[in-house]
């Protein structure tokens, strides 16, 4: 059973930061693109980050320069450090895996970190 374990949201300042964790189970994790996709309240989903298997990384412009996604492969792991946040980077945070690539539906979502930012 494939599972996605995100961890690392809270409720933060603008202008802080906070660093989301994802731990993959049940899949071979070096061999799978990961990303992470965001949702807030009234707005449409938003492609954040991805991180193929070969380690290249591609942002959404609204947090390029702010945020960095980063992979670990002996830990099944994947990271997205945020920094400058801003109010609208509050959204549910959505851990996201797929074999080849992060396409507009993932195989595999976990089940999401809520991410607040206060003005």
């Known amino acids: 059973q494939v599972q996605l374990v995100e961890s690392g949201g809270g409720l933060v300042q603008a202008g802080g930061s906070l660093r989301l964790s994802c731990t993959a189970e049940?899949?071979?994790?070096?061999?799978?693109?990961m990303g992470w996709y965001r949702q807030a309240s009234g707005k449409q989903r938003e492609l954040v980050a991805i991180i193929n298997s070969g380690g290249s990384t591609a942002y959404a412009d609204s947090v390029k320069g702010r945020f960095t996604i980063v992979r670990d492969n002996a830990k099944n792991t994947v990271y997205l450090q945020m920094n400058v946040l801003e109010p609208e980077d509050t959204a549910v945070y959505y851990c996201?895996?797929?074999?080849?690539?992060?396409?507009?539906?993932?195989?595999?979502r976990g089940k999401g970190t809520q991410v607040t930012v206060s003005s």
């Open positions: 049940g899949i071979i994790f070096s061999l799978y693109a």
């Open positions: 996201v895996a797929d074999r080849n690539y992060i396409g507009a539906a993932p195989t595999y």
